[in-house]
């Protein structure tokens, strides 16, 4: 973890020196080929980092960003006249990670699948900093991400990679109402590990950020999905409460 640490303050610290041009992506990515961290290591750590400190805990009392650029990242954040949960720590992680996965995910012609994989859970975290409220754009860079990507048409992904793809889109599309996408991406998923899988329950169960940077159960506030389901081995698998 503190490897990863290390990797996500160096990247937002290369981020600082374009401070009022970071739509400018490609400077970052040109400043990580020269720099020890590769931009697939550089995702994984930024992602790291915001799901360690908004829902994992403890605060990363080493990393430090400059308010300034959390402040773009906030705004960068906001979408269709919705600002993010304010309380969320390290936006800037969200946001840089979201954005190279998708830079990437444009102009790369390997490891396609990964990057797909890392855009794929920066909308499902983008979401969450929204909690209840659906977000038109996210819907939409879902449906551009399922159109330009299909997991079961890679023969370079696996099948466990294949199966999170296919159930995290599944979540989203129940989370937006698109009822009969989301038995396609289920099924999908269930023939892929020879699994029979159902819904039960609340899908997304709502919880909220704590002031100490990670998730608090007993919090009164909405700040949307909580996490990844957790699969059970068994051949039968309920998905849900």
């Known amino acids: 973890m503190e490897g990863q640490v290390r990797n996500a303050a160096l990247v937002v610290g290369l981020a600082q020196n374009y401070l009022h041009n970071l739509q400018d992506i490609s400077k970052l990515i040109d400043d990580l080929a ?16 915001f799901v360690r400190c ?31 949960y304010s309380l969320a720590k390290l936006p800037i992680a969200l946001w840089l990670s979201k954005t190279l996965s998708y830079s990437m995910l444009n102009q790369s012609t390997q490891m396609t699948f990964e990057y797909a994989l890392f855009y794929l859970e920066c909308l499902y975290l ?20 399922l159109a330009k990507v299909s997991p079961l048409d890679l023969p370079d992904a696996t099948d466990s990679e294949k199966f999170t793809f296919l159930q995290l889109s599944s979540y989203l599309a129940v989370f937006y109402y698109e009822f009969a996408l989301a038995e396609t991406l289920r099924t999908a998923s269930g023939h892929l590990l020879s699994l029979e899988l159902e819904f039960s329950g609340t899908i997304f169960l709502l919880r909220g ?22 699969y059970k081995a068994s051949n039968r698998l309920r998905i849900g409460n």
């Open 34 to 49: 020269s720099s020890t961290v590769s931009v697939i290591g550089a995702i994984d750590s930024l992602l790291t980092c």
């Open 54 to 84: 908004n829902f994992l805990g403890p605060k990363i009392e080493e990393f430090h960003s400059n308010a300034e650029l959390e402040q773009i990242a906030v705004k960068q954040l906001s979408l269709d006249g919705e600002a993010p």
């Open 126 to 145: 983008h979401q969450c900093l929204f909690g209840s409220r659906r977000v038109p754009t996210l819907k939409s860079e879902l449906d551009w991400l």
């Open 209 to 230: 950020f704590s002031r100490h940077g990670y998730q608090n159960e007993g919090s009164g506030e909405s700040s949307g999905p909580t996490s990844r389901p957790v």
